[in-house]
Structures are given as C-alpha cells and as structure tokens.
Nanobody, 125 residues
Framework: VQLQASGGGLVQAGGSLRLSCAAS????????VGWFRQAPGKEREFVAA????????WHADSVKGRFAISRDFAKKTVYLQMNSLKPEDTAVYYC???????????????????WGQGTLVTVSS
C-alpha cells in the first residue's frame, strides 16, 4: 500500500482545511487508516482513524467536534476535514495504514506499517 497525503497549507485561526490521503496498491478492505500529526519539538500524536470496511471512526479528544475523518471508496481516499482550526493544530500531518488493526490499538503510531509523506498545516493567530 502506498499513501499520498495532500491538502495542507496556511490558514487563519478559525478557518478550515481538508486533508486527503490517497491510497494505491493492494485492496484496502481490511485496513485501518489513521491521521497523525507532529508539531516541532513534539512527538507524533494520534488525530483520527477510520476502519475502511464498516466505517468505524475514532478521534482524539483534542479534535473531537472540530475534525472529522471520512473515506471515499471509489477514490480510495481518506479525508480529514478540519474546522475551527487553532494555532496549536499547527503540525505536519501524516496518514498511515495497517491491515487488521484492532480497535484498542488504532491510536498507537507504532502499530501502523504504511506511512505517507507529511503535509504541513500552519494555523496563524
């Protein structure tokens, strides 16, 4: 599985962005796809994840009510809609995937074995 993240950019606080993670390669049917972010000087942290088949979703407490993860079967793409952005959301955002990941592990970055390149999101105050 190859992942290509895109959609980052510069936005003012309170604004919105939509990130995309396009997948290519083998079928995605048993995968969990997650979004993580890494701010300067900080560890990479979980943002959201979605189970490709079934559509179950998980969101970090810090983004609940503001961010929403979704998927498009036809385009083999996972989206992260980010609303009400804050300066503390500034980070490089990465998408990742893992086959057969159980629910209790979706927030653990070390469980994912496919990673896309990052896309930078900068939120100005």
């Amino acid at each position: 599985v190859q992942l290509q993240a895109s959609g980052g950019g510069l936005v003012q606080a309170g604004g919105s962005l939509r990130l995309s993670c396009a997948a290519s390669g083998r079928t995605f049917s048993n995968y969990v796809v997650g979004w993580f972010r890494q701010a300067p000087g900080k560890e990479r942290e979980f943002v959201a994840a979605i189970r490709w088949s079934g559509g179950g979703t998980w969101h970090a407490d810090s983004v609940k009510g503001r961010f929403a993860i979704s998927r498009d079967f036809a385009k083999k793409t996972v989206y992260l809609q980010m609303n009400s952005l804050k300066p503390e959301d500034t980070a490089v955002y990465y998408c990742a995937a893992r086959s057969g990941l159980i629910s209790s592990l979706v927030s653990r970055r070390n469980e994912y074995d496919h990673w896309g390149q990052g896309t930078l999101v900068t939120v100005s105050s």
